[in-house]
Every structure is written in structure tokens, then in C-alpha cells.
């Protein structure tokens, strides 16, 4: 069975600092695919990255980046110099490559930036 | 692209009436959409598989009868909480699947927020 477990409930930094939000997984199959999403207040699930488990390199959007290490089965999120638009829950997800595909979700970390 | 719609975005209802939540994938077409319950603070739980042309797959404890689901075309599926309870009260989540193969991601709608009173 596949599981994902963010250990941080909550976390609170000030802005402009950097805060790195952890993603460790549980799967059994060689090919899986992992995914960060972001849900702001108003609700909707927003996608940030998709990654593959064939994929290591880390990857850097803008002020997000993300690294993956498969041998210690994480994909930690790390936003730099924080903004309060960044306040939201943050969700790992984890899916596998056959079937549907359906997602295993993380409980999520609720990160508030404060002004 | 890949923006996924849902219809209504709120609702509230009396205990006993049927309640029909509307997932629409506007920009692309779905053969797979997904339906997600979330409870506040909590994670989202998938409900069921919705497939286009055929019969939803749903999760284990999830009452078929009750959580209606039609997937009747390529950018429309359909949930229907049949007979809602003040239990069935949640936030109600969709998701459209779209990517060649290697590359599918899931795009969700922006919710519904059900009340029954």
C-alpha cells in the first residue's frame, strides 16, 4: 500500500525567510509519480509540480524548488523568501504508474507566512 | 490550460433531498475524473473513479447508492449525494486527468461546500 506522511502539521516563519515544507512516501512499485499541491483558503487545489521516480535532478521554479531523494524516499518543497500569498496548506501527493493512477494523499502542512 | 470547473460552488440543503454537484474539465477532455471528500483540517480521501462511458469505480466504504457518479462525456461528470444527512455535509472536490501517457496530472476544481441542514 502506498502512504505519504508530511510530519509538519503547522508551521509559521516570517516573511522573507526561507521555509522547507517535508514529503516522505511508502510504495512498493518501481514506477511512481510524485506531486505537490497547494490549497489557499478558497479551496481550489492548485498544481505546483509533478515529478517521476526516474527523475533525481532537483527542480527550481522561481522562488520553489523541490528535492528528491529516493534513496531516503522524500521530495521536500522549499519556498525562498517567503511571501504572505504564500500562506496555504500544502499536500504531497503520491500515484502509481498502472491502473488509474489514483492519487495517495499527504495530511498536509498548513504554512502561514507572517507579515 | 487544464482548468476544471464545478458547479455549485456552495450549497445548502434540507436533510432527505438529493443534491447534484457538476465537474467540468473546460479546456480538455477527461476520460478519468476523479471525486474527493475533505473534511475540514483534514486531507482529501478519494471517493471514486469516474470513467467516461462507464461505471464509476469506487473506494472502499463508499456507499455506491448514495454518491451517484455519471460520466456522461469527455468533459462532464456528475455527483449526486442522493438522500443527503447532515453527515454528508463536507467540501467535495473533483479532479480531471489529463497528459500523455508517462505524464497524466491531475487538475482539480475549485470545490463545493455542502450543507445539510
Known amino acids: 500500500a502506498q502512504k505519504v506522511t508530511q510530519a509538519q502539521t503547522e508551521i509559521s516563519v516570517v516573511e522573507k525567510e526561507d521555509v522547507t515544507l517535508d514529503c516522505v512516501y511508502e510504495t512498493r512499485d518501481t514506477t511512481y509519480y510524485l506531486f505537490w499541491y497547494k490549497q489557499p483558503p478558497s479551496g481550489e487545489l492548485v498544481f505546483l509540480i509533478r515529478?517521476?521516480?526516474?527523475?533525481?535532478q532537483n527542480e527550481i521554479s522561481g522562488r520553489y524548488s523541490w528535492n528528491f531523494q529516493k534513496s531516503t524516499s522524500s521530495f521536500n518543497f522549499t519556498i525562498t523568501a517567503s511571501q504572505v500569498v504564500d500562506s496555504a496548506v500544502y499536500f504531497c501527493?503520491?500515484?502509481?504508474?498502472?491502473?488509474?493512477?489514483?492519487?495517495?494523499f499527504g495530511t498536509g502542512t498548513r504554512l502561514t507566512i507572517i507579515p | 490550460g487544464a482548468v476544471v470547473s464545478q458547479h455549485p460552488s456552495r450549497v445548502i440543503c434540507k436533510s432527505g433531498t438529493s443534491v447534484k454537484i457538476e465537474c467540468r474539465s473546460l479546456d480538455f477532455q477527461a476520460t478519468t475524473m476523479f471525486w474527493y471528500r475533505q473534511f475540514p483540517k483534514q486531507s482529501l480521501m478519494l471517493m471514486a473513479t469516474s470513467n467516461e462511458g462507464s461505471k464509476a469505480t469506487y473506494e472502499q466504504g463508499v456507499e455506491k447508492d448514495k454518491f451517484l457518479i455519471n460520466h456522461a462525456s469527455l468533459t462532464l461528470s456528475t455527483l449526486t449525494v442522493t438522500s443527503a444527512h447532515p453527515e454528508d455535509s463536507s467540501f467535495y472536490i473533483c479532479?480531471?486527468?489529463?497528459?500523455?501517457?508517462?505524464?497524466?496530472?491531475?487538475?482539480f476544481g475549485p470545490g463545493t461546500r455542502l450543507l445539510v441542514l
Open positions: 515529478r517521476n521516480s526516474f527523475d533525481e
Open positions: 479532479s480531471a486527468r489529463t497528459g500523455g501517457p508517462g505524464k497524466e496530472t491531475q487538475y
Open positions: 501527493a503520491l500515484s502509481d504508474s498502472f491502473g488509474n493512477e489514483k492519487l495517495t
